[in-house]
């Protein structure tokens, strides 16, 4: 749908200078961490007086912030140096993750479409092949826009006939990008290169001469994350001459997702505000230019010229909308008006009140995330507790047919249109990589396409789902992954993981780093709390605003279940979570340091009082309220980590960040990890990593990857007195 602006995330220590680094010899337990100038700063909130001594690092460009940066660097890097185990851990990881990947492949002017990673190729190489599982040839390389990796390639499209690829790129994990276009003829970029995107489709225009694209006016002040607007782009024309198609002055917040339809007719487009779940629907019509060729291939990719007129076709925030398909004018959305799970309708431009609406695919028990249309056929995308479920049902109606998946875990792909035979899909587990699988329309069996070749035996490892009830009687599902059998002997070292927020669901994917910590003898906890979408809109609703702390208190029963039935103890119990998961760990640290073994908040969400000011924050308002507003200020304040971090004894922590996070920025992780330092009453650590040359953690390189990982395992083997035994 509409480009995830929302929280979802990675990270290496800068080298400290040779004069910042502590005693090296102190005892790893006991070593002081870096004191932290505290000024006298207080803000009024309606009435209440809130300090905020850590003020002055909010600024990362400051000269006193990035000394600070380095003495804290310094710090965390002398800590983890004493780890023996540490150049071991990063060496296995290396070995994990030196195997093929391979995204699903798209279909694009005769080609099929993919990126490859060989193994521990710094960034992904994008391929095509004329056949699907034959030889491929090299389109695009993004090992060679850096010397150290840090320049990737987010997002590619084929033009539709195939001679041109439009790309974008991100320079050290930074959401603005910059869209290229390569003539495949030659394997040159073309002069056109348009600057100032950000969450934006990359969309060609029929007839391959033009790209759809978002823009905001600024990268910095109040023009920057605010004010989008869509543009079309003639090739080898200047951005600035680019003609807009849709603006709305008198809206900030809106944002706009713009694409055409299959046949080329017309443009829809999503408009969305921040993070808020629902999205309003608009349209223009698509005009030929010159004569419409006969031949329904001919005619859907020649050229057109997009009309000025906007027809609003759903134009109340009230559900979420996506564009499956249409024939002329009867068009197919999936919806969640009056169908918190999903469902797929029909609904005619000429008559588009919801009273005349056709529902195609009613409403389930399961959770319908994605609907696809490949020939005559719907592909329907479900989660059954938080796991993959597949429908395939004839457009016209009819019966479904669930489609045999592999085993528990995930699935992505089933692109096509109305004119194609065959589909492919990915299917990925908590100890299984993606494997693709492809499904001729007249199959019932998918075959498989693609797997790749393993540095390990998935067959040693185990996936199991259990539900643990939270404080107010909710059932929430947990998944356990390890290596071997889970004996409940009340000593394994386990990993808690969650998000639960923003509608997203927390689904069985692989990571070479997860599979390490199995290895190290760790169990794998994945909590879908409330707030994410496993369960549809009311999921989301009972984890959001003012219902937050259900979040929370998700967390801590399952933490506390994981404990109770024997499978580790507090000593051994440590949290991770990223961006939004990263607030759930700060807060669940700060309301209850007694159960936690270790704790490691990233890139996360800590100032809530504040986050609404930086960069793209105000879009979050949707999932946290502000405390702009006198309702949920107390709320805010309640459970922000940072203004509730007050002296108690806490378990080893590592805060991580990059100094330049242009998502979630960093004085987020630099103030709570100060004012967790100076309340600190123990002497287990706190540390803060900090990563140079990244961002949010999308884009980064292989190697920037496996050091985090490192330094991860690394931690908890220290903070949770691990001994274990790499192969």
């Known amino acids: 749908m509409w480009p995830t602006i929302a929280l979802f995330a990675c990270i290496k220590a800068t080298p400290p200078p040779a004069d910042a680094s502590p005693d090296a010899t102190e005892p790893v337990h006991t070593m002081a961490s870096p004191p932290t100038r505290r000024e006298d700063v207080v803000d009024d909130y309606h009435g209440t007086a809130v300090a905020d001594p850590y003020r002055w690092l909010e600024d990362p460009d400051d000269a006193e912030v990035v000394s600070w940066v380095a003495t804290q660097t310094a710090h965390t890097e002398a800590w983890l140096g004493q780890v023996e185990q540490r150049q071991a851990i990063r060496d296995r990881l290396s070995a994990l993750w030196s195997y093929p990947r391979r995204s699903v492949p798209t279909q694009a002017g005769g080609w099929w ?79 056109d290169e348009l600057d100032h995107v950000k ?15 978002s823009r905001y006016g600024a990268k910095e002040g109040p023009e920057a994350n605010q004010h989008q607007k869509v543009f079309v782009h003639r090739l080898g024309t200047a951005q600035a001459d680019d003609p807009m198609i849709l603006s709305r002055d008198d ?70 909308y996506h564009y499956v398909t249409n024939e002329g004018r009867q068009f197919t959305f999936f919806t969640t008006r009056d169908a918190p799970r999903g469902k797929v309708v029909s609904i005619d431009l000429d008559q588009p009140e919801p009273d005349k609406w056709v529902t195609v695919v009613a409403e389930t028990n399961d959770t319908l995330l994605a609907a696809h249309r490949v020939g005559d056929q719907l592909f329907l995308e ?84 259990i539900f643990v009830q939270s404080k107010d009687g909710t059932k929430v599902p947990v998944f356990l992954s390890y290596k071997g059998e889970l004996e409940r002997t009340g000593d394994r070292p386990t990993l808690l993981y969650g998000y639960g927020g923003f509608n997203i669901p927390l689904t069985p994917r692989y990571s070479s780093s997860n599979l390490l910590w199995m290895e190290l003898g760790g169990v794998l906890a994945v909590a879908n709390l409330r707030g994410g979408g496993e369960y549809g809109q009311a999921w989301h609703d009972a984890g959001r605003l003012k219902n937050k702390q259900n979040v929370f208190d998700d967390f801590i029963a399952v933490g506390e279940h994981l404990i109770a039935d024997k499978i580790t103890s507090t000593p051994r119990l440590a949290t991770y979570g990223r961006s939004n998961g990263g607030l759930l760990v700060g807060a669940t640290l700060v309301q209850r340091p007694d159960l936690w073994g270790a704790a490691m908040p990233a890139v996360g969400v800590l100032d809530m009082l504040k986050f609404h000011e930086w960069t793209i924050g105000w879009a979050w308002v949707s999932d946290y309220g502000s405390s702009e507003d006198p309702e949920m200020f107390p709320l805010l304040h309640r459970y922000s980590p940072l203004h509730n971090a007050v002296p108690a004894s806490y378990p080893p922590t590592m805060v991580m960040t990059a100094d330049h996070d242009d998502r979630v920025v960093p004085a987020h992780s630099f103030k709570f990890g100060a004012a967790l330092q100076h309340a600190q009453q123990g002497d287990a650590p706190i540390l803060l990593r900090i990563e140079t040359r990244a961002g949010h953690g999308a884009g980064k390189s292989t190697d920037m990857l496996i050091d985090e990982a490192a330094d991860q395992w690394a931690f908890l083997v220290k903070a949770l007195d691990m001994t274990p035994q790499l192969p």
């Open 251 to 320: 809206q900030p917040e809106w944002g706009f997702s713009a694409r055409p339809t299959w046949d080329g007719d017309y443009l829809v487009i999503d408009v969305w505000q921040g993070s808020a779940e629902h999205n309003r629907v608009y349209y223009k019509q698509m005009r030929h230019r010159g004569r419409p060729p006969r031949e329904l291939e001919a005619r859907r990719k020649a050229p057109r010229v997009v009309d000025a007129e906007v027809h609003q076709l759903l134009d109340e925030l009230d559900a979420r």
């Open 113 to 191: 479409w993919f990126t490859h990673n060989d193994g521990l190729q710094a960034q992904p190489v994008l391929f095509r092949s004329q056949q699907l599982g034959g030889e491929a040839e090299v389109v695009l390389d993004a090992n060679t826009l850096s010397d150290d990796g840090t320049v990737a390639v987010m997002d590619w499209a084929p033009s539709p006939d195939g001679t041109k690829v439009a790309y974008t790129i991100s320079d050290g994990g930074s959401d603005w990008r910059i869209i290229r276009v390569r003539d495949l003829s030659t394997g040159l970029d073309l002069p």
């Open 199 to 213: 969450f934006s489709d990359l969309q060609w225009m029929p007839g391959g001469n033009a790209l759809i694209y």
């Open 382 to 465: 479900y989660l059954r507790d938080a796991q993959s479920l597949v429908r395939k049902v004839p457009l016209s109606g009819g019966a479904p047919m669930v489609l045999p998946l592999p085993g528990v875990g995930t699935v992505q792909g089933f692109e096509g249109d109305p004119t194609s035979k065959e589909t492919v899909f990915a299917f990925a587990s908590y100890t299984q990589p993606d494997g693709l699988y492809r499904l001729p329309l007249t199959a019932v069996q998918p075959e498989p396409a693609w797997s790749p070749d393993l540095p390990f035996d998935p067959a040693d490892y185990h996936t199991e789902q």
